[in-house]
C-alpha cells in the first residue's frame, strides 16, 4: 500500500530551470510532510518541510505548495544548478510521539549545465 | 557535535545467514528508527525504539528484530536472510517530542 504517491521518478533539467516534484497523500492523520535529498552513498537529508495549515512555505530556492483539499503537495526547486542533482523524496508522518515517516518512491533529479 | 553514524559501511552475506548492524545516535537524541531502502525505492519503516522498547513497528517479518541500549544506540538484527533483503539500512534519530528525524549514511547489505 502505497500512502504516498510521487511523480516523476525522473527528472532532467538545464541549469536555471524550476524542476517540479509532486506528491499526493492518502491518510488524513498525516499532518507534517518533510521533502529529503539523498546524495549517492549518503541518507537522507531534511530539506525543507511544511504543515497542513500552511499553503506554501519558502526556504531559499527550494519552495514547497500544500494544497490540503486535494491531500497534494509539490516541491519547486527555483534557479536549479547541476549540485541541486540528487534524488529528492516527499514523505509523511504526524508529529511528535513515535515518529513514522512515510517516503514516496522518489525523484532522480538531474541538472544539466 | 557527531551526527548518526552507522556500522558497518557495506557488508556481503550469504542466504540463511544472520547479520547485526549497529547505529548510534545524534547526541542528545533518544529515538532511534530503522529503515530499508531498496534500490530505487524510497526508505521503508522497520521500527523504532524509545527507552528500550520497541515502539512502532512496520510490516516486516519477525525475522527483523532490533535492540536499543542504556546509551541509545540501536541495533538491528536480520536472521534467515533472504536475497531480498539485500538492501541499505538506514538508522534514524530524533527526539520522542517530535522534531526533524536525522538519517545515517547507511549499511550496505548485499545477499547472496
Known amino acids: 500500500q502505497q500512502q504516498v504517491k510521487q511523480s516523476p521518478q525522473s527528472l532532467i533539467v538545464q541549469k536555471g530551470g524550476i524542476p517540479i516534484i509532486n506528491c499526493a497523500y492518502e491518510?488524513?492523520?498525516?499532518?507534517?510532510f518533510p521533502w529529503y535529498q539523498q546524495f549517492p552513498g549518503k541518507g537522507p537529508a531534511l530539506l525543507i518541510a511544511?504543515?497542513?495549515?500552511?499553503s506554501e512555505k519558502k526556504e531559499g530556492r527550494f519552495t514547497i505548495s500544500f494544497n490540503k483539499s486535494a491531500k497534494q503537495f509539490s516541491l519547486h526547486i527555483m534557479d536549479s544548478q547541476p549540485g541541486d542533482s540528487a534524488t529528492y523524496f516527499c514523505?509523511?508522518?504526524?508529529?511528535?510521539?513515535?515518529?513514522?515517516?512515510?517516503f514516496g518512491i522518489g525523484t532522480k533529479l538531474q541538472v544539466i549545465p | 557535535d557527531a551526527g548518526v553514524t552507522q556500522s558497518p559501511t557495506h557488508l556481503i552475506k550469504t542466504r540463511g545467514q544472520q547479520v547485526t548492524l549497529r547505529c548510534s545516535p545524534k547526541?542528545?537524541?533518544?529515538?532511534v528508527s530503522w529503515y530499508q531502502q531498496a534500490l530505487g525505492q524510497g526508505p521503508q519503516f522497520i521500527f523504532q525504539?524509545?527507552?528500550?522498547?520497541?515502539?512502532q513497528r512496520g510490516n516486516f517479518p519477525d525475522r527483523f528484530s532490533g535492540h536499543q541500549f542504556p546509551n541509545y544506540s540501536s541495533e538491528l538484527n536480520v536472521n534467515a536472510l533472504l536475497l531480498g533483503d539485500s538492501a541499505l539500512y538506514l538508522c534514524?534519530?530524533?527526539?520522542?517530542?517530535?522534531?526533524?528525524?536525522?538519517f545515517g549514511p547507511g549499511t550496505r547489505l548485499t545477499v547472496t
Open positions: 534514524a534519530s530524533s527526539f520522542v517530542t517530535g522534531g526533524e528525524q536525522y
Open positions: 491518510n488524513t492523520a498525516f499532518d507534517y
Open positions: 511544511i504543515r497542513p495549515d500552511v
Open positions: 514523505a509523511a508522518s504526524k508529529v511528535g510521539g513515535y515518529q513514522k515517516v512515510t
Open positions: 547526541s542528545g537524541h533518544d529515538t
Open positions: 525504539y524509545y527507552e528500550e522498547e520497541e515502539r
